[in-house]
């Protein structure tokens, strides 16, 4: 029998039914199919559709109404309730192991600012090519430091030439949780330099409206993020 000498395999975690029933509210939030105000679906009805007990059912809208999102009424029923993508984020992070949350994080990034970048190509004002532009140059300063400060600032404006809010948001919130590790890659001996270079290449696309390049531009630049921080001994 042929032995690995390191673990090939990951222990399988079962998902509990609550929890799928959460992911699925938090998706049609997210997607804008449920807005503050909307009436959920009477219990017996929405375990139905989602193939779900009631009791199951129940202990999802428990933890729905403790982190806020909806609220029941006197009258019988679930309502959603105002909420922020910062409040989204955090009530799904809070179930998360650290090295689980950072993985998917730097996941969800490189799918967000990719997107962002394309969607920069047609519709980026010349003052969001300045402020881009402006920010590259502020890496090249002396004394920039670390850069991570410009860092911040490229990658802000290329979400706000996007003109879509929730992009810019959850950007930013991302850009918060990670802006400890980020700071720490760039402090890495000729880290700055590189990173420098790949951001000019990324402006250079959306200048030119090279959308493929922007985007695989984009894509390449955060994958070497993610690999320094995979090989740094605790990014997190």
Known sequence: MTRYSDKMFNSIKITRVSDEVISQIHQLLLDGKLKKGDRLLPEREMAKELGVSRPALREALSALESTGFIERRKGGGCYVRRFSSNDLITSIVSSKSDKQLFMDILEVREVLESKAAELAIGRATEQDLQRIDEAIKMMESPGAGSGIEADIRFHLFIAAASHNEIIFKLTKNIGNLLYSTREQTLELSGRKKESTIEHRQ??????????????????????????????????F
């Not at 990324?202 to 921080?229: P, T, Y």
Request: glycine share 2%; no cysteine; proline share 3%.
């Open 202 to 235: 990324i402006f250079q696309a959306i200048k030119e409206k090279k959308r493929g390049q922007a985007v695989q531009a984009m894509k390449l630049h955060i994958r070497k993020v993610e690999d320094l921080i995979d090989n740094m001994k605790k990014p």
